[in-house]
Nanobody, 127 residues
Framework: QLQLVESGGGLVQPGGSLRLSCAAP????????IGWFRQAPGKEREGVSC????????YYADSVKGRFTISRDNAKNTVYLQMNSLKPEDSGIYYC????????????????????WGQGTQVTVSS
């Protein structure tokens, strides 16, 4: 069973940066679409950014466009989420997910679809 492992979360001041990583030890990710999702207390999980298998197509939620960048290194079986200009409203648990069969990365993010999910990593943006 494929297991996704997130890392890179932490406490950062507003305006700061973090880079999250998503890996699947012992498994290859290059045939899967990967997405980053987040959930704040009392709120629904939302799709932040999703990426195609090759990395050539990406989707971003409006709230993070221009600040977050998703990328993948299939040679390292790792997907990254570079988060810049962080705001307190970016706080939450960030999860990565992998989807085997879905039409588009936008659909993956908007519908919050994934066949496999990680345990999440906490991101807190606070002064």
């Amino acid at each position: 069973q494929l297991q996704l492992v997130e890392s890179g979360g932490g406490l950062v001041q507003p305006g700061g940066s973090l880079r999250l990583s998503c890996a699947a030890p012992g498994f290859t990710l290059d045939y899967l679409r990967i997405g980053w999702f987040r959930q704040a207390p009392g709120k629904e999980r939302e799709g932040v950014s999703c990426i195609s298998r090759s990395g050539g197509i990406t989707y971003y939620a409006d709230s993070v466009k221009g600040r977050f960048t998703i990328s993948r290194d299939n040679a390292k079986n790792t997907v990254y989420l570079q988060m810049n200009s962080l705001k307190p409203e970016d706080s939450g648990i960030y999860y990565c997910a992998a989807a085997e069969a879905i039409t588009t990365v936008q659909a993956m993010c908007v519908a919050r679809r994934g066949n496999y999910w990680g345990q999440g990593t906490q991101v807190t943006v606070s002064s």
